[in-house]
């Protein structure tokens, strides 16, 4: 799979429409890409493949897809994909994203594109020598709710960032469930943050989307293992980073439910909150009313929003719409950037950034 | 015979393995955990051994495949979303052939389910056979069906490629001790059955009896008239949905109380689920499985079953009658279990309790 290919001679940049994509890896979270992919008109669904000839087939049969393959190499060289999406588990990014890169097409991978910077950075590097680009999938920068606050924060309406919550909880030690599968472990047990790695990308990005630019951080992180199961380096994360004014706290745990996934952004003038795994916006700012109708009226309108919320939260229920929502807008936003020769999205420096802070999570003089 | 098991943890395998060892065949189980084995009461001796793999790693299975007769595939994924049964059906099947081959193993009973048909394309009170069509669009069925047809093919292709013997046995509803109950019946709830149908068949199969179709099925994979063959595996005079109902009801002890729906009710119902939403929803609404047509007719449809072509290819009849098989499953044993001990192989089951109906059989 990491033999690189020689297919240096085609254009910089294909600009051809369709594009040509083609998906490696073809597990749970490729049924989100694939939607995409099968819909979109500027994306000719070339390819997919899968180390599993038959997870392949039905991949390729129920999206469409042109051909299935279990060879990512001779894929690369019989498609000839515009594009290549890595849904592989993280260890095998690397090797695939050079390969693609190789091969002459642009890349969109999921998290985390490199198990350290470093590693990040040398695929960077890959690319602009390629001509190509790369994308890592931070899809939940485009969740309505997340867009929704940094509109809030643009505006001036939480005043200046002071505080920034990221908070996820996820049963990942529940018996039978993926990864605590002692007979199948998961591979992200073998990442440098074990299983939390899978998830670290998601609370780092959006804690910095409300950080300042270009600060240099303050690091504490506490990794702990509060579980007995020898399969887990680490099953909870409590960290401070504080950049400039702003302190932000990062948060795993496996140990409180129900799951959860909370942002929290808190300025001079007021506050903002999410949860996007059941999307609701809690807003509470000075209101018109003056200070001493302000908390009434900010219970009244929040009180309407999260009413509103359970709605909407049932009708996404019944019309199968995930917390995935913003893995459409993202890869929308990505094929027009491609098809347009603009920055993507997620820019080289999003992901820098990211890969930055999980390193930095990671050192040994930020553990507490 | 050497016979590797896969799957031998679970209902139907522990008593494969405990009638393949009362026939004097040796054992080789493949177990996930190396704790099912002193659970199950097998003890590794001269005709039983164990082999601890994930049949979703390909890594190590040749070793653990090689020096057997013949391999009767009963592990599958039951449960979780289409990757789940994927990997625990299809990738699990896909590695298994693979190393038969490298361990030159030309032998294979793969155990699949009477799902594989398309029920929505039968007419009512018509006679399931071997022959009855298969699923073509298992998308809007279930990961279950969709999986048991993918393995299918796999085992089929492969087998015929490499020119082995192999059979596939779809099972109809297994039953036994602490599974009694199936979703053909209806939706169960604490205390109250919904009961959809009543003049359904329930093409049900004794545990026990379905043991002994697949030993018999690997003794005698070699013979003109059994391999390359596929046999529907249901016992003889299957009862309806009302009478197994009432047959459980009877035994229990409270008694659930049994609602009853009439098909007609259930398929106008699903009918207009799938109006509303193609109508109003565009088509992209989650229903409730119950009303998915597909799935409803799968799991109610007035059916008839035929067992023929099993009893005549292979010679097996079941031993068990419906009577016989419950007072097996609900009797308070004291003498090790209904499934017969082998030498390594106690078959210790818990006592029965009169409450014990667990599990979707």
């Known amino acids: 799979m990491s033999t690189l290919l020689d297919e240096h001679s085609r254009p910089a940049v294909p600009r051809r429409q369709p594009l040509r994509a083609a998906v490696i890896g073809t597990g749970k979270i490729s049924e989100e890409h694939l939607r995409f992919l099968s819909r979109d008109s500027r994306v000719e669904l070339a390819a997919v493949c899968d180390l599993s000839p038959s997870l392949a087939k039905y991949a390729a049969t129920r999206f469409k897809a042109a051909a299935a393959f279990s060879d990512s190499v001779r894929m690369l060289q019989e498609a000839r994909p515009d594009v290549v999406h890595v849904l592989t588990p993280p260890h095998t990014h690397w090797a695939l994203v050079s390969d693609a890169l190789n091969a002459g097409a642009h890349v969109v991978v999921e998290k985390p594109v490199a198990p350290t910077n470093a590693k990040f950075r040398e695929l960077w590097k890959l690319a602009e020598e390629r001509g190509r680009r790369i994308v890592e999938d931070h899809n939940y920068r485009f969740n309505e709710p997340i867009l929704a606050i940094e509109e809030l924060v643009a505006a001036g309406e939480l005043g200046d960032v002071r505080e920034v919550d990221v908070r996820m909880a996820l049963p990942i030690r529940k018996a039978g469930g993926r990864y605590a599968d002692e007979n199948l472990p998961h591979p992200s047990h073998n990442l440098p943050a074990g299983v939390i790695h899978e998830f670290i990308t998601h609370l780092c990005y959006l804690a910095l989307r409300f950080l300042p630019a270009g600060e240099m951080w303050r690091v504490a992180a506490a990794w702990s293992k509060h579980g007995a199961e020898a399969l887990f380096k680490y099953d909870d994360l409590d960290a401070l980073v504080i950049s400039g004014p702003v302190h932000a706290r990062i948060r795993f745990t496996s140990h409180c439910g129900p799951d959860c996934f909370a942002v929290t952004v808190r300025g001079t003038r007021g506050w903002a909150e999410t949860d996007l795994f059941q999307p609701h916006l809690r807003v509470v700012v000075p209101r018109k009313g003056g200070q001493q109708l302000s908390p009434l009226l900010n219970h009244l309108l929040n009180g309407a929003n999260l009413m509103g919320a359970s709605v909407r939260g049932f009708r996404n229920k019944v019309m199968q719409k995930t917390p995935y929502e913003g893995l459409r807008t993202f890869l929308d936003q990505t094929y027009a950037a491609l098809c347009e020769d603009k920055p993507p999205p997620v820019t080289y420096d999003d992901m820098d950034r990211a890969s930055r802070l999980v390193d930095a999570l990671l050192e040994d003089g930020s553990r507490v | ?361």
């Not at chain 2, 047509?293 to 799968?298: G, N």
């Open chain 2, 1 to 361: 015979m050497n016979l590797l098991v896969t799957g031998a943890n679970g209902f139907l395998g522990r008593h494969v393995v405990a009638e393949a060892l009362r026939r004097g065949h040796s054992v080789r189980a493949v177990v996930r955990s190396a704790g099912d084995v002193p659970r199950n009461g097998w003890r590794p001796g001269a005709n039983f051994s164990f082999v601890q793999a994930d049949l979703r790693r390909r890594k190590g299975l040749s070793d653990a495949v090689a020096g057997v007769d013949a391999v009767l595939h009963l592990a599958a994924a039951k449960a979780g979303d289409m990757y789940a049964q994927y990997g625990g059906t299809v990738v699990a099947t896909e590695n298994l052939l693979a190393a038969m081959s490298e361990a030159r193993v030309r032998r294979i009973v793969a155990i699949s389910s009477l799902s594989v048909y398309d029920y929505l394309k039968m007419r009512s009170f018509s006679v399931l056979t071997e022959s009855s069509p298969l699923e073509t669009d298992a998308f809007d069925r279930d990961e279950y069906a969709h999986t048991k047809l993918v393995q299918e093919r796999l085992v089929r292709d492969h087998a015929t490629q490499e020119g082995w013997n192999f059979v596939i046995l779809r099972p109809g509803v297994i039953y036994g001790k602490d599974n009694l109950w199936t979703a053909r019946l209806g939706i169960r709830g604490g205390k109250v059955w919904l009961r959809t149908g009543a003049w359904a068949k329930l093409p049900l199969a004794y545990v026990e009896n379905c043991a002994e179709a697949i030993v018999t099925a690997a003794e005698r994979a070699g013979e003109v008239s059994v391999k390359g063959n596929v046999f529907n595996l249901i016992d003889d005079k299957p009862p309806t949905q009302r009478q197994y109902a009432r047959q459980l009801q009877r035994r229990m002890s409270p008694r659930p109380i049994i609602v009853p729906v009439a098909w007609t009710v259930m398929r106008s119902l699903a009918r207009m689920a799938v109006l509303t939403n193609k109508l109003l929803l565009g088509g992209r609404a989650k229903v409730p499985g119950i009303f998915i047509p597909a799935r409803l007719h799968a799991r109610c449809k007035p059916l008839r079953f035929d067992n023929a072509r099993i009893k005549q290819s292979l010679g097996w009849s079941p031993r068990y009658s419906l009577e016989e098989a419950l007072d097996r499953s609900f009797a308070v044993e004291a003498d090790g279990g209904a499934a017969g001990a082998g030498e390594a192989c106690s078959a210790a089951q818990d006592p029965a309790r009169p409450d014990m109906i667990k599990g979707a059989a």
